[in-house]
């Protein structure tokens, strides 16, 4: 999920199925991790959160997995819906524990 | 429902204008930011207020300054808008003491400068 240049990576999947989003943090003090969506024309809205005692938290059909050794966090969609398609970024509380870091996003396309 | 209010979607303004651009909360919140978004950069901090009457820089706040006479409105100003400060310009705001949910977005101010 880390962006290239100006151009934003794009997961494209089929109505129904799962889809995975990942992000690779920047900071190892950061102990708390947020998932955006944000659609077009929209701020971003809250998805899911997890702090970093935890590895995994389950939402309504978001699942958020942190992996603290590799510093990279991924977020799962199940069965996924057009109203799935959006830009999807991570942010992390970095160095100082009050101000979330936002990664780039990465624009996910449901097909029907 | 909880919100955060920005005054504009659009604006188009010409090289050199001072430009404000308004953004007001409802929650009482004592944290409020000022972010742009560009294709590719994501979410860039260009100036953060914990109370009223108090700004800190962000990351990027070169051109921009912020008023905070009010809790509940943080007003972004360019002071001579320039064509690179075309962009998406998302307020949020969160309360103090933590970040449970993290932030409150508004809509955005998608502005043009020609």
């Known amino acids: 999920g880390e962006s290239v240049g100006l151009h934003l990576p794009t997961l494209s999947v089929q109505e129904g199925d799962n889809s995975i989003i990942n992000c690779a943090y920047s900071n190892s003090a950061s102990d708390y991790f947020i998932w955006y969506k944000q659609e077009s024309g929209k701020g971003p809205q809250f998805i899911i959160d997890?702090?970093?005692?935890?590895d995994k938290r389950q939402g309504q059909r978001v699942t958020v997995l942190l992996n603290k050794t590799v510093k990279h966090l991924s977020l799962q969609i199940a069965a996924t819906q057009p109203g799935d398609s959006a830009v999807y970024f991570c942010a992390e509380n970095g160095e100082y524990g009050n101000k979330l870091v936002f990664g780039a996003g990465t624009i996910l396309r449901v097909k029907s | 429902d909880v919100k955060v209010t920005q005054s504009s979607r659009y604006l188009v303004k010409r090289t050199g204008e001072k430009v404000f651009l308004e953004c007001v909360q409802d929650m009482d919140h004592e944290n409020m930011f000022w972010y742009r978004q560009d294709p590719g950069l994501g979410l860039r901090l260009i100036y953060f207020?914990?109370?009223?009457?108090?700004?800190e820089k962000g990351d990027i706040p070169e051109g921009y300054s912020v008023s905070r006479e009010k809790k509940e409105r943080f007003s972004l100003i360019l002071e001579s808008a320039s064509t690179n400060q075309t962009s998406m310009y998302l307020c949020?705001?969160?309360?103090?003491?933590?970040?449970?949910?993290?932030?409150?977005f508004g809509s955005g101010t998608r502005l043009t400068v020609v």
């Open positions: 949020a705001s969160s309360p103090a003491g933590g970040l449970n949910y993290g932030y409150t």
């Open positions: 997890i702090r970093s005692n935890m």
């Open positions: 207020s914990y109370d009223v009457k108090m700004k």
